[in-house]
């Protein structure tokens, strides 16, 4: 299982930091993800944090989100600066090894 948290209302510029906790023992915390769905949007991917801890980000979030993880404690962390209205939605983290979705954790920036 995939347990988001972390979201919140925020004025624009402002910070959020989202976790996301893999639980299992069997769980194989690899390559992790973390998507939105804006409203009325289809769901995008924003990030993604391989094992080893290589990060990728598209392009619209790069230079102010932080993809990060800590393996012993099986969580990846999404810190999220220089919020804008337009940053708004539903934030989910992903799993690739297990095709697994987090429940989604609501981010809203008030201009």
């Known amino acids: 299982q995939l347990q988001a948290s972390g979201g919140g209302l925020v004025q624009a510029g402002g910070s959020l930091r989202l976790s996301c906790a893999a639980s299992?023992?069997?769980?194989?915390?690899?390559?992790m993800a973390w998507y939105r769905q804006p409203p009325g949007h289809q769901r995008e991917w924003i990030a993604t944090?391989?094992?080893?801890?290589?990060?990728s980000y598209v392009e619209a979030v790069m230079g102010r989100f932080t993809i990060s993880r800590d393996n012993a404690k099986k969580t990846v962390y999404l810190q999220m600066n220089s919020l804008k209205p337009a940053d708004t939605a539903i934030y989910y983290c992903?799993?690739?090894?297990?095709?697994?979705w987090g429940q989604g954790t609501q981010v809203t920036v008030s201009s």
């Open positions: 992903y799993s690739y090894q297990g095709n697994l």
């Open positions: 299992g023992s069997r769980f194989d915390f690899d390559s």
């Open positions: 944090i391989t094992r080893g801890g290589r990060a």
